[in-house]
């Protein structure tokens, strides 16, 4: 899980596409930012800092910059004190902004980064917080392989050697597209979301046991592969028990907890001849059907038991 970024860290990976200009070079830039929302001071600026969000950079935008404009000196550094006493871990100024001196002292006073972009206020907002919101989210690794089938995210899971591999390939032979291999790593994006990725060094190279490492991005072109992919399903992969009872129906869906985002878990066992391909397409499929409002299991079971209790069925047609 990344915990935080440095401002130096931010300045070095987004200086360039954030058009960054360091206005304060005698402050550190080893200040932690560890929250991935992004604020302007408002009231804060008039004297009123009690509900001041903490730990959040800061934007300055055109009306920040003209109410301060409208101040004397000393008063700039005495309301831009008062907001720099509490946790900010950097100020950004947009639209290419004059900084006034009193600006700057204050700042360096505090220890406070200030850093200005030529980019338009709201923007700067657009490009920064999606920017923080993937380095800082809850993140944990998954030994699995992630497809894109049908655009459902499936995640397939299960021992070694047990064919995650062999069955993302087949599904990439389809036409679907593979996302990782071997290890996944994945994020939680606001409350319910999983995004899962793979290792940049990784790439889209699979290891197909009896052949070796495999490149799909080279064999099957850049449309068999996707960077990333919202996790939605999980297939876990599971050697045919015959002292095991396995869900017939579908009616009671296992869930599962990753980074507390709850998700369905399908456990598909494997005997010779079981086409693995078809069944995870068809676990795609009965997820966008899912999407749409139409659960299939219960409807089905709905239809048998009117058709067992015909009299129950016409009360509830009648209710």
């Excluded at 995650?164 to 994945?186: N, Y």
Aim: overall charge negative; aromatic content about 6%.
């Amino acid at each position: 899980m990344s915990a935080f970024v440095t401002v130096r860290e931010l300045l070095d990976a987004r200086e360039a596409s954030l058009h960054l200009e360091l206005l304060t070079p005698r402050v550190p830039l080893e200040g932690r930012i560890v929250n991935p929302d992004v604020s302007s001071p408002g009231l804060s600026l008039a004297g009123y800092t009690d509900r001041f969000p903490e730990g959040r950079t800061q934007v300055f935008g055109k009306t920040e910059m003209s109410y301060l404009s409208t101040l004397k000196p000393g008063e700039v550094e005495e309301r831009l004190g008062a907001v720099f006493a509490h946790d900010v871990p950097a100020v950004f100024v947009t639209r290419g902004q004059k900084v006034p001196d009193a600006f700057l002292a204050a700042a360096e006073r505090a220890r406070v980064p200030v850093l200005r972009t030529r980019i338009e206020t709201g923007d700067f907002y657009r490009a920064l917080k999606p920017y923080l919101e993937d380095v800082l989210a809850p993140v944990t690794t998954v030994h699995g392989s992630l497809a894109d089938v049908y655009g459902i995210g499936l995640l397939f899971t299960g021992p070694s050697g047990i064919g995650k591999s062999e069955c993302v390939l087949g599904l990439v032979q389809r036409g679907h597209r593979l996302v990782a291999d071997d290890l996944v790593f994945v994020s939680r994006r606001g409350n319910d979301v999983l995004m899962g990725k793979g290792h940049e060094r990784q790439g889209f190279h699979m290891e197909i046991r009896g052949i070796g490492i495999v490149d799909v991005a080279s064999m099957f072109g850049t449309r068999a592969t996707r960077q990333r992919k919202r996790v939605e399903v999980i297939v876990d992969l599971q050697s045919w028990d015959d002292s095991r009872e396995y869900d017939r129906t579908g009616l009671d869906r296992e869930m599962v907890r990753i980074l507390d985002v709850e998700i369905p878990r399908l456990t598909i066992p494997l005997n010779p001849g079981k086409n693995l391909i078809a069944i995870s397409e068809v676990i795609a499929m009965n997820q966008l059907l899912a999407y749409s409002g139409v659960d299939v299991p219960r409807r089905f079971d709905d239809g048998l038991r009117g058709a067992m209790n015909p009299r129950d069925s016409l009360i509830e047609d009648y209710e």
